[in-house]
């Protein structure tokens, strides 16, 4: 079993930023891809970032340019941060992770930006 742990999420003001992490443990490998989902009430999950076990980094158009996501191997560690916040992006941002063995998702941590 996979276990992911998202934290970081807060209630911020348009343009402020933040860093999101995402802890692993269980059954994980270093080449495994790692990215960010994110999702509002009434609407489907939406795809933001992932970082592939090569280390290439894609984002979706909306937060391109803005977001940057990051891993450590060593810690297990996946991040996003989040800058120049914009009201839009406000949702539960999901980690996930996929092997060979499945696909895996954390609970969520809550991101809202607003004035």
């Known amino acids: 079993q996979v276990q992911l742990v998202e934290s970081g999420g807060a209630l911020v003001q348009p343009g402020e930023s933040l860093r999101l992490s995402c802890a692993a443990s269980?059954?994980?490998?270093?080449?495994?891809?790692m990215g960010w989902y994110r999702q509002t009430p009434g609407k489907e999950r939406e795809w933001v970032a992932f970082?592939?076990?090569?280390?290439?980094?894609h984002y979706s158009d909306s937060v391109k340019g803005r977001f940057t996501v990051s891993r450590d191997n060593r810690k297990n560690m996946l991040y996003l941060q989040l800058n120049s916040l914009k009201p839009e992006d406000t949702a539960v941002y999901y980690c996930?992770?996929?092997?060979?063995?499945?696909?895996?998702w954390g609970r969520g941590t809550q991101v809202t930006v607003s004035s």
């Open positions: 970082v592939t076990g090569r280390d290439s980094t």
């Open positions: 996930n992770r996929e092997n060979a063995y499945g696909i895996y």
């Open positions: 269980g059954r994980i490998f270093s080449d495994d891809d």
